[in-house]
């Protein structure tokens, strides 16, 4: 069937327009388009290869090596000095995220090189996508092994496999484009870095380009022949466009006062490293190259920045996505100099109306209306819960509502997340792929055999193979090279990777925690462990107490944004029923066990230990604790007491639970290290 043509896809002028500027300038470094379900994005992504200048190949070469420059460590090599070649067109590879690794870097034929002494490479996708397109839907699922794997060879365009001594490797150059869902959960920092350029896509609002994009889905469902001979000469004239610009790109001109503009937008905006600056010149001048210009001007510093940047920005990881436009053109005017250069008022570039092109500026803001939430760049520098400012309620901590009768509601927002601790559940789990406690998976790291008969879904284990093999060589006749191997003696590999936990908070509210500066502090520590389990694609939960009873704030759920939602509005204040709160996290638990029983949760309890509401309040918080603690849930007790007399409390309840005791400031992963840092000088 044909595909989708890339000129009939209605709307997301930003996402045609990233797409276009990766395919000019593969040094752009690929885009990253987040947004909703059903909105055309992957279909805009695969109609992407029909566009490209087809490649050169050297005849019979599985990894595309160029015949005017062939790798001279191909696997199919050595290829001599004017070897044939023809000509094919661009490809898109498609990298699914449940991929076996020897599906993705390629496969060594273990049992050809054991019986017949020869290294038999079958090329994987990286070889596949070697100067064209690799495509992943839902990245942010992607293993994180296939992460490394992936970052690896985009770093080093190259791919190497290696397997028992055996090493292999080849030319790995490609634009790599990846599509996400953020409510499915977010991206590692270091991948989200890796794309050149975001994009976020939502669903038109406009009733015309709703119905629009329905009536040509329809056409193309009924006849795709059809409908894509009817956008044929547009697809042809954006194809020869962007042929053009990749031709034009070399001498275009980056001046010193773009480069300035570029700079004063990288420091107005806080993106770290000198990554941003690098992406935001070579797409601007990608974009120059477009637009039919021999030097980069603000317009096209412009349309880069808001490309490249968004994904960049220190930021708030539930803060709005895109880039504020006022604050964009603020910091475009600073590095203007004193004698503004006449604004370039030039052709629209080489695209008329209809071939798909947007003329450079154009397009919305790209967090306009849009309702996705946060970046997940909770890796950044962390804020102010040291503890530095923890004791301006020492005076008065110690009476239950001090600050307030029973019944009064208080609210205190949080501070700036930072990044967390990592705490995780101990022994290997099961559980859904994840990124926190150590788990048995299908794709991980090896970490050792499976008996015979356990397959698995693993790859051959050599070493294991070949001892199984060796004692049975005589008996089976072996002569000359090669082991005589039978399907008996191939072990497989046990593989480890990371899963995803539930982690339900389980928060005392009450007057004792209620002073206002405490309060925001365990705010912020709540919320920096509500981002950490967010990017490790836990599922959370939400129990609270305060006055008399214990509350579900949230049920467990993959939804975070939820979760801080509550937490930024929990009420403060009343007395402090702790056995009822860890009661109620038990039930949780409970229920949850018999819901998803695979998950292996986590307990996070954030109190200072005091338990004052009813009688016996004390007693029947040791009671709860037991009874928690004999279910055998990992948990971690966040300590908050605070002020100069303190009870230790917390620390009595952790030992109850047996679990871990954590003051305050060192949930801060950097608190730790400097603690570490400070007790070993
Ligand atoms: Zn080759």
Not at 67 to 79: I, L, N, R, T, V
Not at 451 to 471: E, N, Q, Y
Not at 543 to 555: I, Q
């Amino acid at each position: 069937m044909r595909p989708y043509p890339f000129s009939a896809v209605v709307g997301m002028p930003d996402l045609r327009l990233a797409l276009v500027l990766s395919a000019i300038s593969p040094a752009v470094g690929g885009v990253l388009v987040r947004g909703e379900k059903g909105t055309a994005k992957s279909t805009m992504v695969r109609a992407l290869a029909g566009l490209l200048p087809g490649v050169d190949v050297v005849d019979g070469c599985r990894f595309s090596c160029d015949p005017a420059d062939p790798d001279p460590a191909c696997p199919d090599g050595p290829h001599p000095d004017g070897a044939p070649g023809h000509r094919r067109p661009a490809r898109l590879v498609e990298l699914p995220v449940g991929a076996a690794e020897d599906r993705v870097v390629g496969s060594l034929d273990l049992e050809r090189a054991l019986g017949d002494g020869v290294t038999d490479f079958q090329p994987g996708l990286l070889a596949g996508a070697h100067r064209g397109l690799l495509y992943v839907d839902e990245v942010n699922l992607l293993h994180d092994h296939l992460v490394d794997t992936l970052l690896d060879a985009a770093a080093m365009g190259r791919a190497t496999i290696e397997r028992e001594g055996v090493s292999v490797s080849h030319a790995a150059r490609f634009v790599l484009i990846g599509t996400m869902n953020p409510e499915e959960g977010e991206l590692r920092p270091q991948l989200l870095d890796r794309f050149g350029l975001t994009v976020e896509v939502s669903s038109s609002r406009e009733p015309a380009e709703r119905m629009e994009i329905v009536r040509r889905r329809l056409a193309y469902e009924a006849d795709p022949e059809g409908f894509a001979g009817g956008y044929a000469d547009d697809e042809r004239r954006l194809a020869a466009d962007i042929d053009a610009a990749r031709r034009r790109l070399p001498s275009v001109r980056l001046t010193d006062d773009a480069l300035r503009q570029i700079a004063e937008v990288c420091a107005a905006f806080e993106v770290d490293g000198m990554r941003a600056d690098i992406v935001t010149a070579r797409t601007a001048v990608a974009h120059a190259a477009w637009a039919g210009r021999d030097s980069v001007t603000t317009d096209d510093v412009r349309v880069a920045a808001r490309l490249a940047l968004p994904h960049r920005r220190r930021r708030n990881p539930f803060d709005a996505p895109g880039i504020d436009s006022e604050e964009l053109e603020q910091a475009l005017r600073d590095a203007e100099p004193p004698d503004p250069v006449p604004p370039d008022d030039g052709p629209d570039g080489p695209d008329g109306p209809g071939s798909g092109g947007p003329a450079p500026g154009e397009g919305e803001d790209p967090g306009t209306g849009d309702a996705d939430r946060g970046h997940g760049d909770a890796d950044r520098g962390h804020g102010d819960a040291d503890g530095g400012h923890g004791d301006a309620d020492g005076g008065h901590g110690d009476a239950d509502g001090g600050h307030g009768g029973a019944g009064e509601r208080r609210q205190v927002g949080a501070g700036r997340p930072y990044r967390a601790r990592l705490f995780t559940v101990g022994g290997t789990g099961m559980g859904a792929r994840g990124r926190r406690s150590r788990a048995e998976t299908d794709s991980g790291r090896t970490v050792g055999v499976r008996p015979h008969g356990d397959r698995g879904s693993g790859a051959p284990h050599l070493p294991a193979t070949v001892r199984a093999a060796a004692p049975h060589q005589r008996a089976r006749g072996r002569r000359g090279p090669g082991l005589v191997l039978r399907p008996g003696d191939l072990r497989y590999a046990r593989r480890e990777g990371k899963e995803g936990n539930l982690v339900l908070f389980c928060v005392d509210a009450s007057g004792s925690m209620g002073a206002r500066a405490r309060m925001r502090e365990v705010k912020s520590a709540v919320l920096s462990l509500l981002l950490d389990a967010y990017q490790r694609r836990d599922k959370v939960g939400l129990v609270t107490f305060r006055g008399r009873e214990a509350e579900v704030a949230l049920p467990p759920t993959i939804s975070v944004d939820a979760a801080a939602a509550r937490l930024e509005s929990l009420p403060t204040g009343g007395r402090t029923p702790l056995a009822e709160g860890l009661l109620r996290a038990a039930e949780v638990l409970r229920v949850e066990a018999l819901r998803d029983p695979r998950r292996r949760p986590l307990l996070v309890v954030v109190t200072d230990g005091r338990a004052t509401s009813g009688n016996d309040a004390v007693a029947r918080s040791h009671a709860a604790a037991d009874l928690l603690a004999a279910t055998g849930v990992t948990s971690v007790v966040m300590d908050c007491e605070s002020g100069r007399m303190r009870l230790g409390l917390a620390a009595t309840l952790a030992r109850r639970l047996g679990g871990e005791h954590v003051p305050l400031g060192e949930v801060a992963a950097d608190a730790l290290a400097h603690e570490v840092k400070r007790r070993a000088a």
